[in-house]
């Protein structure tokens, strides 16, 4: 099973401690959090946003490191 892209209303409702709609939006702007509003007026957020948030993500790969190494060849 594929985990959402976006935290369910119940995680939400989780996250922020409320059930309405209104007082969600409040507690996201207060804390911080980056959100977005959806075509049902509802709060929706990235999970993956949500993990690194609350500190349980996992790192992201780069995908470029530069090669310091080779600058001080020269």
Same mark, same amino acid.
């Given at each position: 099973?594929? @985990? !959402? *892209?976006? /935290? @369910?209303?119940?995680? *939400?409702? #989780? *996250? #922020?401690?409320?059930? #309405?709609?209104?007082?969600? &939006? =409040?507690? *996201?702007? @207060?804390?911080?959090?980056?959100? +977005? ?5 509802? %709060?929706? &957020?990235?999970?993956?946003?949500? =993990?690194? %948030? /609350?500190?349980?993500? #996992? !790192? +992201? &790969? $780069?995908?470029? $490191? !530069?090669?310091?190494? %080779?600058?001080? +060849?020269?």
């Amino acid at each position: 099973m594929d @985990t !959402p *892209l976006f /935290l @369910t209303a119940d995680e *939400l409702s #989780t *996250l #922020t401690g409320f059930k #309405t709609q209104k007082k969600q &939006v =409040e507690w *996201l702007r @207060t804390k911080g959090w980056r959100f +977005e509003i959806n075509g049902n007026g509802r %709060a929706i &957020v990235a999970r993956k946003y949500a =993990e690194k %948030a /609350l500190g349980c993500g #996992t !790192p +992201e &790969v $780069q995908a470029y $490191q !530069p090669n310091f190494g %080779a600058m001080q +060849e020269a």
